[in-house]
C-alpha cells in the first residue's frame, strides 16, 4: 500500500474509532413523551422563591468568622428558629450550567452536552420553571436564558444584566447581586401602579428566581480565602433579608410564600470548580417559610456528623439532598406537575404536611419516574430485535401494576409511612432500570470497537512482515499452489460480505443510527483484509520455527511478554506518573543483559546514569503552583557549562571547518534568558509588573529559536547540537520550577542513546561513525540502502514512545497539563489572554517531544532503519495502548475523571496524527540548512 493511502486509510480508521467513545459512553438520557405527574393537590404555598448564591461552598457560608459569629446572620437566625437546612450534594461537573439543571429541572445533565456547547439547549428539557404558571428571574445572561427558551409559551420572564458586567478583574463583583436585588425592588414598585402585573403576582403556582453570580465572580478572582468572597456572604445575606421583609409585606404575611437559598456548586480554595473535591460539590441548602418544617433537635445519630459541628450546628437536625431532590421539593410547595425528565427524589424531610400528603406526593413522584422508564423501555424495545431484548428484570411490567396496586391499597388503608416505604422502593428501582437502558449497547459496541482496534493492529503488522521482512518472499510462490479452498482469495471476500450483508440487515431491521453501521463494518472489513493475508501469519509461524528449534517457543513468548509488559507501563504511566521511573530504570539496566564483548562501557555508564536521573523526575510533584526560580537557575547554567563543553568536544573530534559562531550565539542566549527570567521573577515579586526589556527579550528568543537551527551544517551531532540549544533558552524563559533540569537530563539521556544505538550497531555493519554521519547525504535512499527489520528496531521504536511520554509526563500530569499556571508565561505576558497563553504552554509541552523525535530521526539514519517500517511499528503499539484506554474511558465520577479518561484516550489517538507532525517537523529541521553544502563538507 502507499503511505498516503494508508495515512488516509488510517485517519478514516481512527476517526470512526474516536468518535465512538460518543455513541458508547456520551449520550443524552433525556426522553420524551411523557405525560407529567402533578405533585401535590393541596400545596401549602402559593409562590415560591429561590435564591441561588453561584459558587457559595457550604463551609464558608455556614461556619462561624474569625470574630465568632455567622457570616450570613440573617439565614443563620433562620435555621435556627424558622427553617429546615442541610448540604445539597451536587455532581460533577461542578458547572454553572449542569447545577442550575440538577436543581430547577432535577436531572444531571451529562456530557453529551458538554460536547454540543454548554451555552445552547442541547435537548429540550422541562424545567419547574416550566411547569409554573408564572417565574420572574434575575440574573446572569448565562443562565438564565436557559430556562427560559426550553419552556412553552412566554411565562418564564427574565430580566438579565449586560455580560459586560461579569469582569473578573472588577475589584469587587458584589455588584452583580446589588443589581438584581435593586430591580426586584423596582418590579415589586412597579406592581403598585401596574394592574396586570399585580394580578399576576398575586395568581398562585408562581416562582421569583434570584441568580446571585457575585460571590462566584469574587471567589474566581480572589479566591474562597479573600475578603471580598466573605463580604459578598454577607452582603447576600442582608440582600435575601431585605428581599424577604419585601415580599412578606408585599402579600401581607400571608404565609402562602415558600423560599429556598442554595448555590450551584462549590469553589476550591485555589478559586476553581468543575471537579469532585468536598468544597466543590458541599453546597448550603436553607429552606423556610410556607409547607417547610420548624428546626429539629437532632436526634441522637450513631456516626458523629463532623460537619455540622464544625459549624457549630450539631444540636440540629440535618437533612442533606442530592442537588435534583431540589426539582420535587418545589415542584411539590406549590403544587406544579415534576418536571418530567426530573430523577430527583422528594425530600420529605423538608415539608410541613401530614404524612397523607406526603405519602400522595411521593406517589406521585414515583409514577413520574416510572413514566419515564417505560419510554426508556419502550424505545429500547423497538431498536432491538424483539427475540434478542434482554428486558429490565427487576422492573417487569407485571411488578410494576403489582407495586403501583400496593401502594394504592396502603394509601386507602390510611397505612401512609408504608406506602412511603414503598414508593421509594419504586423509585429506586425505576433509576436502576433507567441507567440500564441507557448503558443498554454498550457492550455490543464495545466487542465491535474493540475487534476494530485488534484488526487494524494485525493489518499493520501484516504490513510490517510483508514489506519490511525477509519472512514472505521465500515462500510465497510455494503457498499458492497449495491453497486450500477455504482460504481462497474469493471464497474469503464472499464470506466476509455475506457477513457484512447480513450485519447491514440486522442493524437496519432495527432502525439503529448511521453510525452503528460504521462501528460493525468496520471489524468487518479489516478482518477480511488480515485473512486476505493469511499466509504472510502461516510464513510468520513456520520462520520463527524453523529459526531456531529448541526454545523458541520460550524466546517468542518471552519477547512478546517484554513487549506487552512494556506499553502496559505506560499506560498506566499516564495515571501513575512514577511508573515511568520504573520503565527508564529498566530501559538503563537493558544494555547490562544483552551486554556481549562490544559494548562500550563508557557509553554504557552514561546511559544508565541518565536513565537513572532521568528517573528521579517523574516522583517529584507536578510542576504547578509552586515555583523555584533557584532551580530554573541551576539548569541553566548547566545547560551553558554542557554547550560549551560540547562545542569544545565537537571541534576536537571532527577534521572539519564547520562555524560555530552560530552555537556561540546560542550559549550566550541561554545565559541571557537565565539572567530574564530571574529578573522577571524578581521584578514580579516586588508587584513591579513585568519589564518591558524582559518581555522583548523572550519574544525575540521564541522568534530567533524557530529559524536558528536551519543556520548550521546538517552533520548530525552539530545539527543536534544546535537545535538543543535554540530550544533550551526558550524553555528556560518558560520554566518555574525543575523542569529545566528535566530537559536537560532528557537532552544528556537522548545523547547517549544515540551512542548507543550506533555502537550497538556498528558490529553487526549497520551503523556508521557518528561524527561522519549527514542528516541529508546520510540519509538512506528508498528501497536500495534500506535493511529489513531486527527485533533491535522493535526495541527502538518502542524507547521512542516510551521517551515521547516521558517527555509529555515528566514534570506534569493531565490536570496540571489541562491547568491553567499563568506564572510560566510571566517572561512573554502577564495579561490574561486565553489563546497565546495557551500556545505558549502547548510549545512549552512540545520542545521536549522536538528533541526526542529529532533524535530518533538521527538514529533511524545512523542505522539505516526504514523510517515507514518504523512509524508503523510506532502506529502499532500506539493502537494497542488506544485500545486500553478506550476501555478506561468512563462516564461516572468526578468531572476531573471523565475529562482525564477522555483526553487519556484523545492523547493516544492524536498521537498518531501528532506524530506524523513531528516527522514531517523534524524532517525539516533536520535537513534544512542555509549554509552552503561545501562549507560544512568533511
Ligand atoms: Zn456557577
Ligand atoms: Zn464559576
Redesign the pocket.
Known amino acids: 500500500m502507499r503511505t498516503w493511502a494508508l495515512i488516509l486509510t488510517g485517519l478514516f480508521v481512527h476517526i470512526i474509532l474516536f468518535y465512538s467513545i460518543f455513541d458508547i459512553y456520551f449520550t443524552s438520557p433525556l426522553v420524551h413523551g411523557m405525560t407529567p405527574h402533578v405533585s401535590n393537590q393541596s400545596p401549602p404555598a402559593k409562590r415560591l422563591v429561590l435564591f441561588v448564591a453561584?459558587?457559595l461552598r457550604a463551609d464558608k457560608f455556614f461556619e462561624f468568622d474569625s470574630d465568632g459569629k455567622s457570616r450570613a446572620p440573617y439565614l443563620r437566625t433562620v435555621i435556627e428558629k424558622t427553617g429546615a437546612w442541610g448540604v445539597s450534594h451536587t455532581r460533577v461537573p461542578t458547572e454553572?450550567r449542569p447545577g442550575h439543571v440538577a436543581m430547577i429541572a432535577g436531572f444531571y445533565e451529562d456530557v453529551s452536552a458538554v460536547a454540543k456547547g454548554w451555552k445552547e439547549n442541547p435537548v429540550e428539557f422541562d424545567s419547574v420553571f416550566n411547569e409554573s404558571r408564572r417565574t420572574w428571574s434575575w440574573g446572569s445572561p448565562d443562565i438564565l436564558p436557559m430556562f427560559a427558551k426550553g419552556a412553552s409559551g412566554d411565562h418564564v420572564l427574565t430580566d438579565q444584566y449586560p455580560s459586560e458586567l461579569e469582569d473578573f478583574a472588577d475589584s469587587d463583583s458584589s455588584k452583580l447581586d446589588t443589581w438584581v436585588f435593586d430591580r426586584v425592588r423596582t418590579l415589586f414598585n412597579k406592581a403598585s401602579s401596574d394592574k396586570t402585573l399585580t394580578k399576576q403576582l398575586h395568581q398562585d403556582k408562581i416562582v421569583f428566581f434570584f441568580h446571585l453570580l457575585g460571590i462566584?465572580t469574587n471567589g474566581?478572582s480572589h479566591k474562597p480565602q479573600s475578603s471580598e468572597y466573605t463580604e459578598n456572604i454577607r452582603l447576600v445575606d442582608k440582600g435575601i433579608k431585605e428581599m424577604t421583609e419585601l415580599i412578606e409585606m408585599y402579600y401581607n404575611k400571608d404565609g402562602k410564600t415558600a423560599y429556598l437559598m442554595t448555590a450551584d456548586h462549590g469553589m476550591t480554595n485555589w478559586g476553581s470548580?468543575g471537579a469532585g473535591h468536598p468544597h466543590e460539590t458541599l453546597t448550603p441548602l436553607v429552606a423556610w417559610g410556607a409547607g417547610v418544617r420548624q428546626p429539629k433537635t437532632r436526634q441522637e445519630l450513631l456516626e458523629q456528623d463532623l460537619y455540622s459541628k464544625e459549624w457549630n450546628l450539631d444540636h440540629l437536625m440535618r437533612s442533606d439532598v442530592e442537588q435534583a431532590d431540589i426539582a420535587p421539593l418545589m415542584a411539590c410547595l406549590i403544587g406544579i406537575p415534576y418536571p418530567v425528565n426530573s430523577v430527583g427524589t422528594l425530600p420529605l424531610d423538608y415539608l410541613d404536611v401530614d404524612d397523607q400528603q406526603k405519602s400522595r406526593s411521593l406517589f406521585a413522584n414515583a409514577k413520574q419516574i416510572l413514566s419515564q422508564f417505560q419510554i426508556k423501555m419502550e424505545q429500547r424495545k423497538q431498536t432491538t430485535l424483539s427475540m434478542t431484548f434482554r428486558p429490565y428484570s427487576e422492573l417487569t411490567p407485571a411488578l410494576q401494576t403489582k407495586m403501583i396496586r400496593s401502594i394504592n391499597k396502603l394509601n386507602q388503608e390510611g397505612k401512609f409511612i408504608a406506602a412511603i416505604k414503598e414508593s421509594k422502593k419504586l423509585i429506586q428501582l425505576a433509576l436502576q432500570g433507567l441507567s440500564y437502558y441507557q448503558t443498554y449497547d454498550r457492550f455490543f459496541l464495545g466487542v465491535s470497537i474493540a475487534s476494530s482496534f485488534v484488526g487494524w493492529v494485525m493489518y499493520i503488522l501484516v504490513l510490517v512482515v510483508k514489506e519490511h521482512t525477509d519472512v514472505v518472499k521465500v515462500r510465497v510462490k510455494l503457498v499458492t499452489l497449495h491453497q486450500p479452498v477455504l482460504l481462497r482469495k474469493e471464497v474469503i471476500i464472499g464470506g466476509y460480505s455475506t457477513v457484512g450483508a447480513l450485519v447491514i440487515i440486522l442493524l437496519s431491521v432495527q432502525s439503529l443510527p448511521w453510525t452503528y453501521y460504521l462501528y460493525c463494518l468496520l471489524p468487518v472489513a479489516l478482518w477480511m483484509v488480515v485473512t486476505l493475508n493469511w499466509h504472510v501469519l502461516l510464513d510468520c509461524y513456520t520462520r520463527l520455527k524453523e529459526a531456531s528449534p529448541k526454545g523458541f517457543l520460550v524466546n517468542f513468548f518471552l519477547t512478546l511478554v517484554m513487549f506487552v509488559l512494556g506499553l502496559e507501563i505506560l499506560v498506566a504511566g499516564f495515571f501513575y506518573r512514577h511508573l515511568l521511573s520504573v520503565g527508564l530504570v529498566c530501559m538503563g539496566m537493558l544494555p547490562l543483559l544483552s551486554s556481549s564483548h562490544h559494548t562500550d562501557w563508557v557509553i554504557y555508564v552514561r546511559w544508565m546514569m541518565s536513565c537513572l536521573i532521568l528517573a528521579i523526575f517523574p516522583m517529584m510533584p507536578v510542576v504547578g503552583r509552586d515555583t523555584n526560580y533557584y532551580l530554573v537557575g541551576i539548569a541553566g547554567i548547566l545547560a551553558v557549562s554542557t554547550g560549551v563543553l560540547a562545542i569544545q568536544r565537537l571541534k576536537n573530534s571532527t577534521s572539519s571547518h564547520h562555524s560555530y559562531s552560530t552555537n556561540h550565539i546560542q550559549i550566550v542566549l541561554t545565559a541571557l534568558s537565565v539572567y530574564v527570567v530571574q529578573f522577571t521573577a524578581y521584578s514580579i515579586q516586588r508587584k513591579q509588573g513585568l519589564p518591558l526589556v524582559s518581555q522583548i527579550f523572550s519574544w525575540l528568543i521564541l522568534g530567533i529559536s524557530m529559524v536558528i537551527p536551519i543556520f548550521s551544517g546538517t552533520g548530525v551531532l552539530h545539527r543536534l547540537l544546535t537545535i538543543t540549544l535554540a530550544y533550551l533558552p526558550l524553555y528556560i524563559l518558560l520554566s518555574i520550577s525543575h523542569e529545566g533540569l528535566f530537559v536537560l537530563t532528557l537532552c544528556y539521556l537522548l545523547y547517549f542513546w544515540l551512542h548507543l544505538e550506533g555502537t550497538s550497531g556498528q558490529h553487526t555493519g549497520q551503523a556508521e561513525q557518528l561524527h561522519s554521519v549527514d542528516f541529508v547525504s546520510s540519509l538512506p535512499i528508498e528501497g536500495k540502502q534500506q535493511r529489513h527489520l531486527e527485533l533491535q528496531d522493535f526495541r527502538r521504536a518502542f524507547y521512542f514512545i516510551f521517551l515521547m511520554l516521558t517527555g509529555f509526563f515528566g514534570t506534569g500530569n493531565i490536570a496540571s497539563i489541562n491547568s491553567f499556571e499563568p506564572a510560566s508565561v510571566y517572561c512573554f505576558m502577564t495579561v490574561f489572554s486565553p489563546f497565546t497563553m495557551g500556545t505558549l504552554m502547548m510549545l512549552k509541552n512540545i520542545i521536549p517531544l522536538v528533541l526526542v523525535t529529532c533524535t530518533f530521526r538521527a538514529i533511524h539514519i545512523t542505522t539505516h532503519v526504514p523510517i515507514r517500517a518504523l512509524f508503523l511499528l510506532v502506529l502499532a503499539m500506539s493502537d494497542i495502548m488506544a485500545l486500553n484506554f478506550f476501555f478506561l474511558v468512563r462516564d461516572y465520577g468526578s468531572w476531573l475523571e471523565i475529562g482525564t479518561s477522555i483526553s487519556h484516550y484523545v492523547i493516544v489517538m492524536c498521537m498518531i496524527i501528532f506524530l506524523m507532525l513531528l516527522f514531517g517537523l523534524s524532517h525539516w529541521l533536520t535537513t534544512f540548512s542555509l549554509v552552503s553544502r561545501k562549507s560544512h563538507r568533511n
Open positions: 453561584d459558587g454553572s462566584d474566581h470548580h
